[in-house]
């Protein structure tokens, strides 16, 4: 399958400061997300992407989709406690291809 | 408006039993998948489903593995005879695709987490 490269696999941030975070692949995607998992539950979309150097945002959380589509970011402003979690990035090779790849996520802690 | 619902939630068994995980998709959703996850190897795709009928089950790691949709609500994850390292959590997630395009949004029940003893 595909490999998505997140890196590094966990980050502990101060509250209030603001964390970035991207996710690399080999492969080129059409479609980027960003998921958030919280501990017990299963991960909830939390920014899609489509066109190459789309930049969307989403309260607090600003994604882009790289101008070469094979890579992507997310970062999160001004941190609070509530963003603790597993934050995977995913990606969707092609219209029509349903098999949406996932990387192994960023555990992101935030330190009060 | 319920989720996708996962039954059960936890799952401790002993090497060599069979295990049948559970899950009704939201209403509406004619894609179903399954994934497993675990800390070494992450989210990986095992199977999916578009209106009942099996696409995709390249990830299924092998024979003592099957999964079923037999209706539009409900489908199944069997592993017989399980293993130790079947240990993991499995999860069930449902989509459909608005005007036939795929936003790659899909919606994840609490997941099974199974002990294989």
């Known amino acids: 399958g595909q490999q998505l490269n997140q890196s590094p696999q966990s980050m502990f941030i101060q509250e209030g400061e603001d964390v970035s975070m991207n996710c690399t692949s080999s492969s080129i995607f059409n479609t980027w997300l960003w998921y958030k998992q919280e501990p017990g539950e299963g991960p909830v979309l939390l920014i899609a992407l489509y066109k190459a150097g789309e930049l969307t945002s989403n309260g607090r959380l600003t994604a882009q989709f790289g101008i070469t589509r094979k890579d992507s970011f997310l970062n999160i402003s001004a941190s609070i406690p509530s963003d603790v979690g597993i934050y995977f990035c995913a990606g969707l090779e092609g219209y029509g291809n349903n098999r949406l790849a996932f990387g192994k996520g960023n555990q992101v802690v935030v330190i009060p | 408006d319920a989720g996708v619902i996962q039954s059960p939630r936890h799952e401790v068994t002993e090497m060599g039993q069979e295990v049948t995980l559970r899950c009704k998709p939201i209403s509406g959703h004619d894609y179903l998948f399954w994934y497993r996850q675990t800390m070494m190897r992450g989210l990986e795709l095992l199977i999916y489903?578009?209106?009942?009928?099996?696409?995709?089950d390249s990830g299924m790691p092998e024979d003592r593995f099957s999964a079923k949709m037999p209706n539009a609500s409900f489908s199944t994850l069997k592993i017989q005879p399980s293993e130790p390292r079947d240990s993991a959590v499995y999860f069930c997630a449902s989509s459909f695709l608005p005007g036939g395009q795929n936003t790659g949004e899909l919606f994840f029940g609490e997941g099974s987490r199974l002990t294989v003893l």
């Open positions: 489903f578009n209106n009942n009928v099996p696409i995709d």
